[in-house]
């Protein structure tokens, strides 16, 4: 079956202390996206990839990192996580610009 | 940079009322658009995805018509049931950049 996978689906933790949410993929896609959706401000593109070693900022990278070791995953890192990164996060990959989107992260930063 | 805004905010219409949501943007160089729905506190439920050569795609009750030149897209929604309440999204995509989404128009179908 086709999909985006994310884990982990929900995430309580503490400001500082670094994260990483895993994006994986079994459609050979070559873009994948990270997003977080607010209440009222919708979803912002944090970061995009477009092929293996190439990532681009989207609309709201800082305080992320991602890499693109493989084409399958796409994790999203917080070195040091804020309160203002408490969010639902979902991971995408898109081909012929149909995109699919994981099933979403809820991460609390407390 | 492209900015997509959707219309309106929000609706709420009787159930069995067609209806029509509209969303526009303003870099027309756009390879596709693609609508989506969320359900509170869910993912997102591709709905239809409308190529730039084309003028319309549907699906069912749905259908998605595309105007590139005017940067504007409407989806139209047949004979609307409660089942259809949700958040509905669309994103045009530049193909070679970031992804802008609309905010959302969220629709309240009343039985």
């Known amino acids: 079956e086709a999909q985006v996978t994310q884990n982990p689906r929900y995430l309580i933790t503490v400001t500082g202390k670094k994260l990483t949410v895993t994006c994986s993929q079994n459609m050979n896609h070559e873009y994948m996206s990270w997003y977080r959706q607010d209440p009222g401000l919708g979803l912002r593109q944090i970061y995009y990839s477009m092929n293996v070693e190439v990532t681009d900022k989207g609309d709201v990278p800082e305080g992320y990192k991602v890499s693109r070791k493989e084409k399958r995953n796409f994790p999203l890192i917080l070195e040091s996580p804020s309160p203002n990164q408490t969010s639902l996060y979902f991971c995408?990959?898109?081909?012929?610009?149909?995109?699919?989107f994981g099933p979403g992260t809820r991460l609390t930063v407390t | 940079k492209q900015e997509v805004t959707q219309i309106p905010a929000a609706l709420s219409v009787p159930e069995g009322e067609n209806l029509v949501l509209n969303c526009s943007f303003t870099d027309s160089a756009i390879y596709n658009l693609q609508w989506f729905r969320q359900d509170p506190g869910k993912g997102l439920t591709s709905l239809l995805l409308?190529?730039?050569?084309?003028r319309e795609q549907t699906s069912g009750r749905l259908n998605a018509s595309l105007d590139k030149s005017s940067g504007r897209s409407t989806l139209y929604i047949a004979a609307s049931q409660p089942g259809d309440s949700a958040t509905y999204l669309c994103?045009?995509?530049?193909?070679?950049?970031?992804?802008?989404f609309g905010k959302g128009t969220r629709l309240h179908i009343l039985p």
């Open positions: 409308i190529q730039s050569s084309q």
């Open positions: 995408a990959s898109t081909y012929g610009g149909e995109q699919y």
């Open positions: 994103a045009p995509w530049n193909r070679d950049d970031k992804i802008i």
